[in-house]
Every structure is written in C-alpha cells, then in structure tokens.
C-alpha cells in the first residue's frame, strides 16, 4: 500500500517536473526543483499561463485564479496539487 502510494507520488513529480521543462524549454533532465518566478527568465505571463493550462491538463484538475496566482515556483504548484489530492 505505501509503495503504491510512493510510486504514485514519484511519478507526479515526474510529471510535473516535464510540464516545467516543456512549458520553459529547459532541456530534459534539468533540475526544476528550485525554479522561481523570479529566477526564470522565460517565465513570463504568457509561460504562466501555459504553465496553468498544462497542469489542468495534464493532472485532471482546475487552478481557480487565486491558485493560479500562488504558483510563483515548482514547489508552490506541488503545493497547491497537493492541497488537491493529487
């Protein structure tokens, strides 16, 4: 049961770890751990919205705005999937 648990943990990491690099064309395998706002220079309004729109996509699910807005970081989506369930 926790090694289910723990797979399916891992693999929407993953997930969420290629929706970054894609919608911020960084090529595969870069750490996206400690991407930010602040510290990716393609990631303007039109990535974050794109980032949005992959992750509703992706993970099955609607980021009202006010999430939408809190995600400013890859740990701060974790965040708000988490908060999700997912």
């Not at 290629?18 to 996206?32: C, L, S, T, Y």
Request: proline share 2%; net charge negative.
């Amino acid at each position: 049961m926790v090694e289910g648990r723990l797979r399916k943990f891992y693999e929407e990491v993953v997930l969420l770890e290629q929706i970054f690099r894609a919608v911020f064309e960084m090529p595969d395998g870069a750490d996206v751990s400690n991407l930010r706002q602040v510290n990716a220079p393609k990631w303007d309004s039109l990535a974050h919205v794109s980032l949005i729109a992959a992750i509703e996509s992706e993970f099955g699910t609607t980021i009202d705005a006010a999430d939408a807005l809190r995600i400013t970081s890859f740990r701060a989506a974790q965040a708000v999937l988490d908060e999700r369930g997912l």
